[in-house]
């Protein structure tokens, strides 16, 4: 099945910097990837999320990019805030297809320091 | 809008007991999931359900017991509580597939086995 490996576990940036999150995948099938940002206390919440005919996408401060020969994928975010201080997460998943579910990786905690 | 609206927020249990998780979403939505939050160890899939009367397990299922009588109910089901269920809980559901759109998360119930 999918496995996916997410890096750094924890990151710490200084307010106006830029933060990158990397993930892998192993199951080449594997056609959907969205990220998801958990606040303190609350459910994780979808933010981005890139499909394997596209090679990057972009949301004002954030912009995922996906390499499927390398099979990775990576979050960026720029002119950090405080406001972006949590919990983030990649997934991958094969899409609707055969309704497989999301595979998460376990997490990266962001901190942005004023 | 409710949303996917959990209950209850926290609980604690003695080992041995039952309990069960209440879900519920006001979107219509076909496919309902479970997942358990460790630390270190991301999102991993519990139950999930395709529609009412439809229920399958996930990766980590044991111990745990679904049925989905409804469109908008998903409760989860404690048989003996152990402390290794000590976790954070998240219900979810999406309008279309398991892993191929936006899955929209519940502010997670917190249990604690003693």
């Known amino acids: 099945g999918e496995n996916v490996e997410q890096h750094p576990s924890t990151l710490s940036v200084q307010e106006g910097d830029s933060a990158v999150i990397k993930c892998t995948y192993s199951?080449?099938?594997?056609?959907?990837f969205p990220w998801y940002k958990q606040e303190l206390g609350k459910g994780p919440q979808l933010i981005i999320d890139?499909?394997?005919?596209?090679g990057e996408k972009k949301d004002q401060r954030i912009a995922v990019t996906l390499n499927k020969t390398a099979k990775h994928f990576s979050l960026h975010i720029t002119e950090t805030q405080p406001e972006d201080s949590a919990v983030y997460f990649c997934a991958a998943s094969r899409g609707n297809s055969g309704n497989t579910p999301l595979v998460f990786g376990k997490g990266t905690r962001l901190s942005v320091i004023a | 809008n409710a949303g996917v609206t959990q209950t209850p927020k926290f609980q604690v249990l003695k080992t041995g007991q039952s309990m069960t998780l209440q879900c519920a979403q006001d979107?219509?939505?076909?496919?309902m999931s479970w997942y358990r939050q460790d630390p270190g160890m991301g999102l991993r899939l519990i139950h999930y359900?395709?529609?009412?009367?439809?229920?399958d397990q996930g990766e980590v299922p044991n111990g745990y017991n679904v049925s989905r009588s409804t469109t908008e109910d998903f409760p989860l089901r404690l048989l003996s509580a152990a402390p290794s269920q000590t976790s954070v809980y998240f219900c979810?559901?999406?309008?279309?597939?398991?892993?191929?759109?936006?899955?929209?998360f519940g502010e997670g119930s917190w249990l604690t086995v003693v």
């Open positions: 979107m219509n939505h076909e496919y």
């Open positions: 359900s395709v529609g009412a009367g439809i229920t």
């Open positions: 979810a559901s999406s309008p279309e597939g398991l892993g191929g759109n936006t899955i929209y």
């Open positions: 890139i499909r394997s005919n596209v």
């Open positions: 199951d080449s099938a594997s056609n959907y």
